[in-house]
């Protein structure tokens, strides 16, 4: 799978060097004040949706930071279908600086299940920590990335990813939320930070949709 994940991606760093990347359907963003800020601290609650009926496809939900200019590192805690059976939530990096794409191992995760994860940096190395918890799990997956670049990552997304050929591969419940959002920048907590909905490419009527503390991706479930 990994071989397979490496593989899209680098096809789209060849046409594109920058986020967002051409997968993304629907997305909310966020913007420090200033592109030399640092954000410091990101941190969400969302529930797994139901599995798709179809078997194909893959959607994920994650938020991530990256740079201003979308260049940079892609610092991803993931939700994600696999193999047809489930959601699992891992950690990932695609790296525009060496079009490098590194994952943690997945853990499998069951509808319902509540997901916390929280990106935090560490200076002393120049390093995102990463971790995600669940309820319906004993395990918590943790990775480490030290960055390759001295830019900042001064931008936030909430996105839904990975093109679905037909809507029966989204869940059927039609809507992912992020609520207790939790952002600090320069080491600062940023009281009610403001996420502005985007389209990228967007599929089966999805869109992004904030409010009262929100961050929703809706489409239409099939």
């Keep these: ?6 593989v899209c991606f680098t096809a789209v760093a060849c046409c ?3 986020d967002p ?19 410091t601290r990101m941190k969400a609650t969302m529930i797994v949706p139901p599995t798709p009926e179809s078997a194909n496809g893959s959607p994920a939900f994650w938020f991530g930071l990256q740079s201003d200019k979308g260049n940079a590192a892609l610092v991803q805690p993931i939700m994600s279908k696999w193999l047809g059976d489930s959601f699992y939530m891992f950690q990932e990096i695609f790296d525009w600086t060496d079009f490098q794409d590194k994952q943690s191992s997945p853990i499998k995760v069951e509808a319902g299940d509540v997901v916390v994860a929280e990106v935090e940096y560490v200076k002393d190395n120049n390093s995102y920590k990463m971790t995600m918890n669940s309820t319906g799990t004993t395990q918590s997956s943790t990775y480490t990335y030290q960055l390759l670049q001295q830019t900042t990552e001064s931008t936030a997304y909430f ?4 093109q679905p050929d037909k809507c029966n591969e989204l869940p059927k419940s039609g809507n992912v939320g992020w609520n207790d959002i939790e ?15 985007a389209q990228e490419n967007p599929a089966c009527g999805s869109k992004a ?14």
């Design 16 to 18: 594109r060097a920058a």
């Design 209 to 222: 949709i904030v409010e009262n503390g929100w961050v929703n991706i809706t489409w239409k479930g099939e």
């Design 21 to 39: 990347s051409g997968g993304w359907l629907s997305y909310a963003k966020y913007t420090a004040p200033h592109p030399t800020d640092i954000i």
């Design 1 to 6: 799978m990994n071989v397979i994940l490496l």
């Design 159 to 162: 996105v839904l990813e990975h």
């Design 183 to 197: 952002i600090d920048v320069n080491y600062t907590p940023v009281k009610h930070p403001l996420f502005v909905a």
